[in-house]
């Protein structure tokens, strides 16, 4: 695989990987009612962050370094992902207890407040194989990760000479 190749590679995964999992996480909360606690957030916000550095890096030079950017955003919700799913099945105790959201809508703040369903993070809502989503997101990410930063450095090597690192 060609330098050129492995440059469209990696912006697709950078894109597509993150894009991916923010779908399902938000279909999975408006479709099936499964709400994120405090944790799964901070899994998101990498997600977002990723996906700003794959535009980056289809539009400004140089391209791998918004890429491994993203790589690295998309390994950060990852990492955040394993210690997540670590405290779901209670191989260490998380840094907090449970969130809920709240969204007031126009309505009044302290019903909003007094029905919102209590999102715990040490429970596992979904999983698929014995995995939670956090755990998905975690396999999911890291390998993406590590595809990407793979492709930028094969890439990197078939585009210069003697394959040198420049």
Same mark, same amino acid.
């Given at each position: 695989m060609g330098g050129g190749a492995s440059l469209s590679l990696a912006r697709i995964l950078a894109l597509g990987v993150p894009a991916a999992l923010l779908a399902g996480a938000y279909v999975g909360q408006y479709a099936f009612g499964l709400y994120? /606690?405090?944790m799964c957030w901070w899994q998101r916000y990498p997600h977002f962050i990723a996906i700003g550095f794959a535009v980056m890096g289809t539009i400004a030079r140089p391209h791998r370094f918004w890429l491994g950017l993203a790589a690295l955003s998309i390994l950060s919700s990852g990492l955040i992902g394993a210690f997540h799913a670590g405290v779901e099945y209670g191989w260490w105790e998380g840094l907090t207890a449970c969130s809920t959201p709240v969204t007031a809508g126009g309505g009044d703040p302290l019903e909003a407040i007094?029905? @919102?369903? $209590?999102? *715990? /993070?040490?429970?596992?809502?979904w999983s698929l194989f014995g995995i939670s989503l956090a755990g998905w997101n975690f396999l999911i990410s890291t390998a993406a990760? $590590?595809?990407? +930063? &793979?492709?930028?450095? *094969? &890439?990197?090597? @078939?585009? +210069?000479?003697e394959g040198t690192v420049s």
């Open positions: 994120p /606690c405090e007094m029905n @919102a369903p $209590l999102v *715990r /993070c040490d429970e596992v809502q990760a $590590l595809a990407i +930063t &793979g492709l930028l450095f *094969r &890439g990197n090597k @078939a585009a +210069t000479p």
